[in-house]
């Protein structure tokens, strides 16, 4: 397991060249010069020749990306432009609480998801498998944030009320902490579960036609163990690969919901510097979001031979 681990992340190297390579490159490629864009719409500077030499656009391009990617590696990305301040300490201070709320909606999207699909698939074809399957399409067709605009609008008109939008930290106010994240959880993990419990039943329903199923119900084993010891763990490899896929779907739907709900993390941050024109902020939260997708599916790899000990990682 060590051994494989470790090669893991050395093959990984040649990938996270790459992804810096392009996190650098494509706001290089956008129309018009970023520099003339963010002195005109932010008044950054009014010396166009000193911003740009602030920002490291005055070299040649191979001379920027070397400088940029020596100090990206030891954690540097320099200061925002919008904000004033460090954009290491930006992301850290940020990062546990977009963390929070993309652990909490993957929780809520699979404690839906795989009793639904588990339920659906050994209640084929009847009413209650057609209500199942209607539920996740539902969830996979209604974007969240037209929910999260519902629930921000309509309980204000009707009832005065609406969920929480101040940032409460857990030390300071654990209820409240919980309460401020279930709302923005809840609509991401719906839009999550619907995916999973699509193809956990699919999963299901092609490991309950195999043979060694067929034997366990032969030999008088309840439904349930049959489900839970034989079923359920061979049919969890491909769900679990979706699950860690859908990081990179929290990543974007963060985006939105931090920005509908208030919420201090990176995809607000990200969204703001995008706004704001912040180039250093945007090109180092690009990076750092594209190392949490990748750093995800490393541990995904893993999590292979923990939940099949048929599969040799080694």
């Known amino acids: 397991m060590t051994k494989y681990i470790v090669r893991r992340l050395i093959l990984a190297l040649p990938t996270l060249l790459v992804i810096m390579l392009l996190v650098f490159s494509i706001l290089r490629f956008l129309p018009g010069d970023i520099v003339k864009l963010m002195v005109a719409e932010q008044q950054y500077a009014v010396d166009e020749a000193q911003l740009r030499k602030d920002l490291g656009l005055a070299d040649p391009w191979p001379v920027q990306f070397v400088k940029w990617s020596s100090k990206a590696v030891r954690g540097d990305f320099g200061r925002s432009l919008w904000t004033e301040q460090n954009i290491s300490d930006e992301l850290k201070n940020r990062f546990p609480v977009s963390a929070e709320l993309g652990l909490y909606s993957i929780i809520i999207g699979v404690l839906i998801a795989l009793p639904v699909g588990i339920i659906s698939a050994i209640r084929q074809d009847s009413i209650l498998d057609y209500v199942c399957r209607s539920v996740a399409i539902g969830f996979l067709s209604i974007p969240g944030f037209w929910l999260a605009t519902l629930l ?56 309950l036609r195999q ?22 763990r061979n049919a969890l490899i491909p769900v679990v690969t979706v699950i860690g896929l859908q990081v990179a779907a929290v990543v974007s739907g963060t985006v939105v919901m931090e920005s509908i709900f208030s919420i ?31 750093l995800t599916n490393i541990i995904i790899d893993v999590t292979y031979g923990v939940i099949d000990p048929r599969i040799r990682l080694s």
């Open 152 to 207: 921000l609008v309509f309980p204000l008109i009707w009832w005065g009320w609406s969920p929480p939008l101040t940032y409460v930290k857990l030390s300071e106010n654990p209820v409240k902490h919980f309460q401020y994240f279930f709302w923005p959880a809840l609509l991401l993990g719906l839009s999550l579960s619907g995916t999973t419990m699509r193809l956990m039943r699919n999963q299901m329903l092609e490991v």
């Open 211 to 232: 043979d060694y199923i067929r034997t366990a119900n032969a030999k008088g084993l309840t439904e349930s163990k049959v489900i839970i010891r034989h079923a359920l």
């Open 264 to 294: 201090p993390g990176i995809g607000r941050f990200y969204f703001q510097a995008i706004l704001f024109r912040d180039y250093p902020a945007v090109q180092a939260t690009a990076l750092f979001i594209a190392l949490t997708v990748l």
